[in-house]
C-alpha cells in the first residue's frame, strides 16, 4: 500500500480500527468526537463485511483509519477498497505517542482505536491509502522473500564455521564458506581422516565431476589442512554427519536464492517503468526491483522529488530552537529499503558515471567524508530519476559544455 496525499472533503464520521492478528476494535466517531459505535470483531471477511455495513448504515460519508498497512489488516484493508471507502494511515508509534495525551492511564484496544479516530477527525496531513501496483506488490513479495533466504544463508553458514570449528579448525580457517566449492566438498567429506584417506587426485576428480571451478586449487587447500591436523576431536562423527547436513542446507539456499533473483528481474522486465529506473546508472535489475517494492514505481504518492529524498531518508531534518537555527539532523523516519537502494546504486555509479564521480569529487573536495558524499550523491540522484519517471524518459549523459575558440 502507498500513501497518497491530497485534498479531500471533510467526512462527517470518523471509523478508527485498532489492528490485530485475529481480532480488530473498531470505534466511529462524529465531528464532536463522540462516540457512535465500538465493537470488537474477529479478522474474517464475513464480520468485516458486515462492520462495514453497520458503519455505513451511521453515515455514508466515513473516513477510516487503521494503524497498520499490511499483515493482520491486508484483508481489512483489501475490503475497504473493493467498496471504495478512503483511509488513511497513522503509524502505531504516532498512535502510542498521542495516547498519552488523553485522559488516563489505562491502554485498551477501545481506547487505541478511539485515539486513532480521533486523530484521523483532527488532522489533515495524513496520506490516504490507495491499492498498490500488481507488479509492485509482486516485487515486495519477491524481495521480501530473498532478503530472508540470504538471512537464513548468512545463519546456516555461521552455523556451519561453528560446527566445523569444533572438529576440524584447520579447514574452517582455510576455507570461504560462501562460495560453492567449499560448501560442496563438506557435503562429502568433513574429518581430516577422510580428507586424507581421499588423496589430492581423487578429492581433485571428486570435486570436478560435481561441477566446481578451481577443484585442484580447493584440494590441495584440503589436504594441506587434513595434514595439519592428525588428532580425532571428541564428537567428531556426529558433528561431520551435522556439518554435511549444513552444507546440503546452504547449497539448497543458494540454489532457491537463484531462483528469486530470476523470478524477481523478470517480473521487473514487465513493469512499465522497468527501462527507465535502470538507465540510470548504477541502478542494475536487482536494486530497481527494491525501489520499485518501496514506492511502487509511480511518482504521484510523492509529488515531489524532495518528497521522494524524504521517504528515502537522504532529506536532513531542521532541528531548531529559540536562538539556535541552522540545525540539520539525520531523520528518524524514512525507508530504510529504499535507502539502502539509494545508497548502493550511487556507490555503484562511481564506476560508471563520470557525472556521478565528479559530484562525489566535488564533495569530497569540500571537506565531506566517504559517506557524507555519497549521501549528497544518492540526494542529486532521487532528484534526478524522479524526473526520469515523471517524464517517462531515460537517462542521457549531459556531454561537457567547452568554450568556443
Not at 524481495?143 to 579448525?169: G, Q, S, W, Y
Not at 587426485?201 to 566446481?212: D, K, P, S, Y
Not at 577443484?215 to 561431520?240: F, N, V, Y
Request: net charge positive; glycine share 8%.
Amino acid at each position: 500500500m502507498n500513501n497518497e496525499l491530497a485534498e479531500v472533503p471533510v467526512p462527517r464520521i470518523w471509523a478508527g480500527v485498532d489492528i490485530g492478528k485475529e481480532h480488530h476494535h473498531c470505534v466511529a466517531i462524529n465531528a464532536q468526537g463522540e462516540r457512535l459505535l465500538s465493537r470488537r470483531v474477529a479478522n474474517d471477511e464475513a464480520v468485516l463485511l458486515d462492520l462495514l455495513a453497520d458503519v455505513l448504515a451511521l453515515d455514508g460519508d466515513v473516513l477510516w483509519a487503521v494503524d497498520l498497512n499490511h499483515g493482520g489488516a491486508a484483508l481489512l484493508i483489501g475490503l475497504l477498497l473493493a467498496h471504495d471507502q478512503p483511509m488513511v494511515y497513522i503509524t502505531g508509534l504516532a498512535v502510542h505517542r498521542a495516547s498519552g495525551t488523553y485522559r488516563g492511564e489505562g491502554k485498551t484496544d477501545a481506547k487505541d482505536a478511539f485515539v486513532i479516530a480521533d486523530q484521523a477527525r483532527m488532522r489533515r496531513d495524513l496520506g490516504l491509502l490507495r491499492p498498490g501496483d500488481e507488479i509492485a506488490v509482486d516485487l515486495r513479495t519477491l524481495t521480501t522473500r530473498r532478503v530472508d533466504l540470504v538471512c537464513d544463508r548468512t545463519r546456516a553458514i555461521n552455523r556451519l564455521r561453528a560446527h566445523l570449528l569444533e572438529i576440524f579448525p584447520a579447514l574452517e580457517r582455510a576455507l570461504d564458506l560462501t562460495n560453492k566449492g567449499p560448501a560442496v566438498l563438506l557435503t562429502g567429506y568433513q574429518t581430516p581422516a577422510a580428507i586424507r584417506r581421499m588423496g589430492a587426485r581423487r578429492l581433485e576428480t571428486w570435486l570436478r565431476a560435481r561441477g566446481v571451478h578451481g577443484a585442484a586449487a580447493l584440494a590441495r587447500t584440503a589436504i594441506d589442512a587434513a595434514q595439519a591436523q592428525r588428532t580425532s576431536l571428541p564428537g567428531e562423527k556426529l558433528a561431520a554427519i551435522v556439518v554435511a547436513r549444513l552444507a546440503k542446507g546452504v547449497m539448497a539456499l543458494d540454489e532457491e536464492i537463484a531462483e528469486t533473483e530470476t523470478l524477481i528481474e523478470a517480473r521487473f522486465r514487465e513493469h512499465p517503468h522497468a527501462e527507465v529506473i535502470q538507465s540510470l546508472p548504477g541502478m542494475g535489475p536487482r536494486l530497481s526491483a527494491e525501489f520499485i517494492a518501496a514506492t511502487g514505481g509511480e511518482m504521484d504518492a510523492f509529488g515531489t522529488a524532495d518528497r521522494l529524498a524524504a521517504f528515502a531518508g537522504l532529506a536532513p531534518a531542521p532541528r531548531d530552537s529559540g536562538k539556535v537555527s541552522g540545525n540539520l539532523r539525520r531523520p528518524r523516519r524514512f525507508n530504510r529499503g529504499l535507502l539502502r537502494v539509494s545508497y548502493l546504486s550511487a556507490l555503484a555509479s562511481l564506476k560508471c558515471c563520470p557525472a556521478s564521480k565528479a559530484y562525489y569529487q566535488r564533495k569530497r573536495s569540500e571537506g565531506k567524508g566517504h559517506k557524507q558524499a555519497l549521501l549528497a550523491l544518492a540526494r542529486r540522484r532521487a532528484n534526478v530519476l524522479w524526473a526520469m519517471i515523471r517524464d517517462g524518459a531515460c537517462y542521457q549523459a549531459t556531454p561537457p559544455v567547452t568554450a568556443a575558440a
